[in-house]
C-alpha cells in the first residue's frame, strides 16, 4: 500500500518551524512496510489544501494529514477534507463533550469559553473520531472508496501520542501480511563508525532490510521483516540480531523499541541497588530533568543540585575555592571534585558531575567551546572523562547528557555488583 | 514572485533525516518576500522527480531544489531537470576543474577519482554554474521562460553557504520590494482567547497581515508587511504594534523575533539587580536548564535544587517533615516553604518552587495528575498558584515549566523595584 503525507501549516511555509512530524510519520510509515512516495507542505489556504489532497488521493492509498485541526479560523483541513469528499460537517456530540470536560477541569464555566473552540466538534460526516489524550482537537479517520484519510493534529506531543496509541495498530490493520520490526539502539558510538560496520549488511539486504537512523548521540537501527504472521517475523529478524549483538555488543544498550536510554539507566540504578545524585554545571538540569522523565524515578533519585556558579560548587558541593581558581571551574579536577560531593552530600552511592563550556562565548584556545568534563562516581570510585563537542550551546548541552548517561551507565556495568 | 522548494531523497522519505533544509529556505524566500506554497519531498525516482518539477513549475515563478547532485546513480535531479527542459546533459569545464582540484588539494592522485565523480561536472545545457565551497557539486540555476530553476545540494552546510552567499543576492534582484515583518510574543494567555481579541484585525488585514502561532504554552503573531523599503515596512508595521499593545498589554513579553520568555526573565532579573534560585520537584531541572539556555545567567543564577524526594525537601529546603505529611507534598504549603526555603538557602531575591503531580501515577481524587503548584518568592513575599494540565507527564512538566517563568515575571513586575 501506498502512503503519502501532507503538512498543513503557513508556520511550516514561512520556515518557523522545522517539519519533525514528517520525519516521525515517514519512519513510521516505513516500519508499517508502507511505500511512502511523497511529503507535501501546504499553507492555511483551502484551495491550495483541496488541491493538495485530491492529488494525494489520485495517487496513494493512505493519505496522512498533519495541523489545521485547532479552533482558529485559519485552521481549515477538516473543511478541505470535507469539500473534496463530498461530505458535510456535523457536530460529534463525544468529541463536544471532550471540550466541555477540557475546560470543566480547568474551572472555566461554560459560558467563558470562547465560541471558536466548538469548531473543533465538527467533523466530516461519517468520519471515524480519534481520541486525544494531550489535547482538545480529535484526531479523524475518513474512509473514502477504498482509502483513508487520516487527519491529525500539528503538535508534535498530540500527533505522536495518538498516532503510536489509535493509528499504528489502525494502519497494521488495513495491511495484509505483517511487518514486522525491531529496534536495536545504541550509545556511545558514531554514525558513520555503525555504517562502516554494517554496510555488508545493508548490501546484501533482501528480508528483513536494516535501515540506520542517528539520533542525538545515538543511532538506531530497525530491522524491518515482511512476514505473514508475528511468528514468522519474529523468526526473520532473530538472526540479524544476534548477528548485531556480535559486532557491537556493549553500545547496544536496548532492544525494545519504546525504551529510552534514562529508562536503561535507571532499571540498571534500581537493578544493583543504587541511589543517585547529579552535579550540573553547564547542563544545567537537563540530565537530572532527563532522569525525571522516567516515572518512579523517586526510587532511586537522591537530589539533583545545579551549581551554575563557582560559589554553588564550593557551597553545595565542597569543591575547594583553590582548587577552581587555579585549574579552571572547567577541569577534570573540578568535574572529580564535583562527583566526589555530590554523593558525600547527598548521601548517594552513585553520582554524574558534569562541568563544561556550552558557549557561545567562554572559550579559550586550551578550552575551547565544546569542551566538558564528565565525572562518574560509584560508590566511591571516580571516573572522570573530556568530551569535545561542536555546534551551539544547546547542541552542546544536549550531546553532553546522552554522553553523561551513557557514561554512568558503562561506569556501572564495568563494576562489580554490590549490594 | 512565488516560489516552491522541492527535496530530493529516499532517506528524507524514510524519515531517516529531518528536511531541515526546506525550513532554512523557507525562512529565507520568507526573508525575500517570496511567496512559498508548496514544499514537496520526492525520493530519488526519475519518473516522480520530473512530475514534480513539472507540476513546480506550471504554478510557481522560482524552484528551488536540493539534493540529488551527488557522484551517485541514485542522484538524479540534474537528469530530471534537463528532461523537462528538454536540454542535453553537457560536461562544464569549470565544474570539471573544481572536482579535479577538490581531490587534488586532498592528496588524491587524479586517476584515483572514481569515475562517477565525473557525472558532478555534467549540467544541464545553458545552466549557470553556481560554486560549491564545500563539496565537489557545484549549484546550478537554469531559466526557463522568465523562470528559475535553482538546484543545491543536500548537505546542509554546503547548502547553507552557497545559499547565503550566491542564491540570496540571485533572487534579491530577481523581485523588486521587500517584505517587513515583526513577531510580537505572548504567554499567560491561550490561542483561542488570543484568536478571539484578533478577529477583527484578521478579518480585516489587506497589508500588513496579522498570524498566530501556538507554542507550548505560549502564543506568536506574527505581522507581516509588503513594502518598498525596510523605512516603509517598519511604517506599515508600527500601527499593528501599537494596537496589539493596547490589547494584550502586559501578556506580551516581547516584540523581538528572536528574544525568547527565558531571555526576557533572565534580563529583567539582570535589571532589578535580583539573584535567582530555583527548587524543582515535578520538573527535575527543566525549569532551572531552560533559564540556563540563556548565556551569561550566571550572573543572577544562584543554584538550583532539584529535591525530587521528600527527604530532599526537607534536607535542603527546610520543609518541615510535618507538613510533608499532612498536607502532601503537593500541596500548597509545601510549595510556598519550598520557595521560602530555596531564597533563603541559596541567599537569592527571587526564587520559583514547583511541586506537582507529573504521572502516569500519583494521582488521587483531590490531586489528579497534572495538579501543580508554584511557588513565587520576590523579597520574601512569597505567591502560591495552583495549576492542572492535561496530557502526558513530558507535556505537564513543560507546561509547568512555561508557566512559572510566567508566573516568575508577573510576580517580579507588579512589585516596586528594589536596589
Known amino acids: 500500500m501506498v502512503a503519502e503525507l501532507i503538512s498543513v501549516g503557513t508556520e511550516i511555509l514561512l520556515g518557523n518551524i522545522v517539519n519533525t512530524n514528517a520525519a ?22 483551502e484551495e491550495r489544501l483541496c488541491g493538495a489532497v485530491k492529488e494525494a488521493l489520485g495517487r496513494s492509498d493512505i493519505v496522512i494529514l498533519t495541523g489545521g485541526l485547532g479552533p482558529t479560523k485559519d485552521d481549515l483541513t477538516k473543511e478541505a477534507v470535507a469539500k473534496v469528499t463530498g461530505r458535510k460537517l ?43 489524550k494531550n489535547g482538545t482537537a480529535p484526531g ?19 500527533m505522536k501520542a495518538m498516532f503510536a496509541e489509535y493509528i499504528f495498530p489502525y494502519l497494521q490493520k488495513q495491511n495484509p501480511g505483517i511487518i514486522y520490526s525491531r ?16 554496510r555488508d549488511l545493508i548490501d546484501g539486504q533482501t528480508n528483513p532490510t536494516i535501515a540506520p537512523y542517528a539520533k542525538l548521540g545515538e543511532v538506531h537501527l530497525r530491522i524491518t521483516a515482511k512476514a505473514e504472521d508475528e511468528g514468522q517475523g519474529k523468526k526473520l529478524v532473530k538472526p540479524m540480531i544476534r548477528e548485531l549483538k556480535k559486532r557491537f555488543g556493549f553500545y547496544i544498550y536496548s532492544t525494545n523499541e519504546r525504551e ?33 522523565n522516567v516515572a518512579g524515578v523517586s526510587d532511586v533519585l537522591k537530589q539533583g543540585y545545579v551549581t551554575y556558579s563557582n560559589k554553588a560548587k564550593h557551597k553545595l558541593l565542597g569543591v575547594p575555592k583553590a582548587m577552581i581558581k587555579k585549574h579552571g571551574a572547567v ?45 562518574c562516581s560509584v560508590k566511591g570510585q571516580v571516573t572522570v572523562r573530556e568530551y569535545h563537542f561542536d555546534g551551539s550551546r544547546q547542541k552542546v548541552r544536549e550531546n553532553t547528557v546522552v554522553c553523561a548517561l551513557t557514561q554512568l551507565r558503562e561506569c556501572m556495568l564495568t563494576r562489580p555488583k554490590v549490594k
Open 90 to 132: 456535523v457536530e460529534d456530540k463525544k468529541a463536544r463533550k471532550v471540550i466541555e470536560d477540557f475546560f470543566r477541569a480547568r474551572q472555566t464555566d461554560p459560558k467563558d469559553i470562547t465560541k471558536n473552540n466548538w469548531k473543533q466538534a465538527l467533523i466530516p460526516e461519517g468520519a471515524l473520531v480519534v481520541e486525544n
Open 260 to 292: 529510552t536510554l534514562e529508562e536503561v539507566v535507571v532499571t540498571l540504578l534500581k537493578e544493583m541497588n543504587y541511589t543517585f545524585a547529579a552535579a550540573e554545571s553547564c547542563t544545567g538540569g537537563l540530565l537530572t530533568a532527563r532522569l525525571v
Open 24 to 45: 516521525y510519520l515517514a519512519e513510521q510509515c516505513a516500519a508499517l512496510g508502507l511505500s511512502l512516495y511523497y511529503q507535501t507542505v501546504v499553507g492555511d489556504n
Open 331 to 375: 577541569s577534570e579536577k573540578v568535574a572529580y571534585e564535583m562527583a566526589k560531593g555530590a554523593a558525600l552530600n547527598a548521601g548517594a552511592d552513585v553520582s554524574v558531575a558534569v562541568t563544561g563550556v556550552a558557549g557561545p562565548d567562554g572559550g579559550t584556545p586550551e578550552k575551547p567551546v565544546g569542551t566538558v568534563f564528565i565525572g
Open 183 to 198: 529496534m536495536v539502539k545504541l550509545c556511545g558510538i558514531g554514525e558513520s563508525r555503525v555504517e562502516t560496520m554494517i
Open 140 to 158: 479523524l479517520i475518513v474512509r473514502e472508496d477504498n482509502k483513508h484519510i487520516i487527519l491529525l493534529p500539528g503538535p508534535p506531543g498530540e
